[in-house]
DNA sequence: CAGATCATTCTATCATGCTCGAAATATCGA
DNA sequence: TCGATATTTCGAGCATGATAGAATGATCTG
């Protein structure tokens, strides 16, 4: 039985994103939106071979982060929104817990200027 | 001469979290305030030898994470608020740019209930 | 200055992670 | 069914990270 630990399914997000390779298949990803991209296509963008790309897609998906699906012959990768609030939520968690002036500035900070 | 690579530093900061020792004497620093703790009550408290600790401590400062200052014997570490702010801009940068609606409704959820 | 305290740095061992070619799997078109 | 395409899984070699005892450095007190 697998239990739900917040603090380790945050470590493993976190150690998904820490690879250049694979913060930048993420933020691909992101920019990419519901759509997503072909596995084929990141590994070529990324300049690496695609059994390095499929080893790093893996361990996002397993960290929650990104999905893929089964489209003919292509997988489609795109980002996991909701894993990625997650990991916000919980990083900011201690922050509203803690000290909420400090996190309210910093939340202020973080507005979409889009 | 050293260059500043927003990515590079957003890896190491994600590195420097993606530890379950580590991630929890974060935490621990964020909820203590501008205050901190003193780094021997750190290590007790995460129950791991002082050597052990100071090795997590200096990556964590490497990272822009925590602040350490010297007071007589006693070193006290506190969190970086600024570097936090940093690597969540850095994240939260790319939903930005890619897809504002799923920005927005993500930071909507991230509100501080203190 | 000597002894005690707090913390870091050193060093060695052990464990985990990265990379990528080769082989295997899945799907399509002829 | 056979060959081509897209992707994953396997396996081996290499690199990096974690751990903690011992030695070292810094600071206070008597």
Redesign the pocket.
């Known amino acids: 039985m697998k239990e739900f630990n917040p603090q380790v399914s945050a470590v493993e997000a976190l150690?998904a994103l820490?690879?250049?390779?694979?913060l930048s298949v993420f933020r691909m990803l992101v920019k990419a939106g519901p759509e997503g991209l072909?596995?084929?296509?990141i590994?070529q963008a990324a300049n690496?071979?695609?059994?390095?790309?499929?080893?790093?897609?893996?361990?996002l998906e397993r960290a929650g982060l990104v999905e893929?699906e089964?489209?003919?012959?292509?997988?489609?990768?795109r980002a996991d929104y909701e894993g990625m609030r997650r990991l916000l939520a919980f990083l900011m968690q201690d922050c509203c817990q803690g000290v909420p002036e400090m996190c309210a500035e910093l939340l202020g900070e973080l507005n979409c200027n889009a």
Chains 1, 2 share one sequence.
């Open positions: 150690g820490a690879h250049d390779t694979r072909i596995a084929g296509a590994a690496v071979p695609p059994s390095t790309m499929s080893h790093h897609l893996g361990i893929s089964r489209e003919s012959r292509l997988i489609h990768y």
